[in-house]
């Protein structure tokens, strides 16, 4: 079983990547003996990915998976975007994101608040491949959150594929059609096809 370690340290990711990549063992960076911070400097979710993957991978000499996601919502012109996790100042407090995310969407019609999660998701190996892909799932935000389920914005987005939030969706219904499960997906074609 080939060991990948994920440069993340969010377990909703983690679990979200394990359930996808069932043949590989997946680690944490800090289970793994990596625990430097990453600086997310780039502007695009590839970039911010690619970034957490190299240092993962040079530092440690493994294959690592990193991925860069976010929300962008239409009305807020593509907003929080890559500044999703620290959207209200501190880096991922989810409950702080979604207050200020609906403030700023305060009297924002149904039809406009449309919005899509994209996913970046990048491996880099110790000879110095890189592989990349992306992955989308598009919806709308709800005026309020539906269920407990999921993890950062996922209880204020309603999907379009699921017609309900994806915080009342189970983690298999999440991951047949969430941006990073397609990420992974296209990711995991790309890797096939190298091998």
Known sequence: MMKIVAASGNRGKLREIAEIFKGCEIVSMKDAG???EIEETGATFEENALLKARAVSMALGCVALA??????VDALG???GVYSARYAGGHGDDAANNALLLKNLAGVPEEKRTAYFESCVALCFPDGRELTASGRTYGRILFFPEGDNGFGYDPLFFSDDLKKSFGTADA???NAVSHRARA????AEKWGEML
Not at 67 to 72: A, R, T
Not at 184 to 187: K, V
């Open 34 to 36: 990596f625990s430097d």
């Open 67 to 72: 991925d860069d996601s976010g929300l962008c």
């Open 78 to 80: 593509g907003a929080p």
């Open 172 to 174: 298999e219904e999440k």
């Open 184 to 187: 992974l997906a296209a990711l």
